[in-house]
């Protein structure tokens, strides 16, 4: 088992920036990677940024540029670092760990609003 708690959401305005942070503990040693998904009121909840094992790096199109996805293997942490924030990036942001390939584990859900 796996237990993620992210964190860090909150209120911006357009423009801002924001980073959330997830911690992981348990049985980390099965995780291949983790990422970063989000979902938005009346959306299907998306993956925006994973990160692997070996620090590969990989982002949504709609984030590309503007969000970092980082991993400190010291603290078993995992951020995403938000920049340029847009009032489409509003929604609820879940940490998530991959084991062989698929995201099975989730985080609690941290709420992203961007306001104008």
């Known amino acids: 088992q796996i237990q993620l708690v992210d964190s860090g959401g909150g209120l911006v305005q357009v423009g801002g920036s924001l980073k959330l942070s997830c911690v992981a503990s348990g049985n980390i040693f099965s995780v291949n990677a983790m990422g970063w998904y989000r979902q938005a009121p009346g959306k299907q909840r998306e993956l925006i940024a994973s990160?692997?094992?070996?620090?590969?790096?990989t982002y949504a199109d709609s984030v590309k540029g503007r969000f970092t996805i980082a991993r400190d293997k010291a603290d078993n942490t995992v951020s995403l670092e938000m920049n340029n924030l847009k009032s489409e990036d509003t929604a609820v942001y879940y940490c998530a760990a991959a084991i062989l390939g698929s995201y099975a584990y989730w985080g609690q859900g941290t709420q992203v609003t961007v306001t104008s």
């Open positions: 990160i692997s094992t070996r620090g590969v790096t």
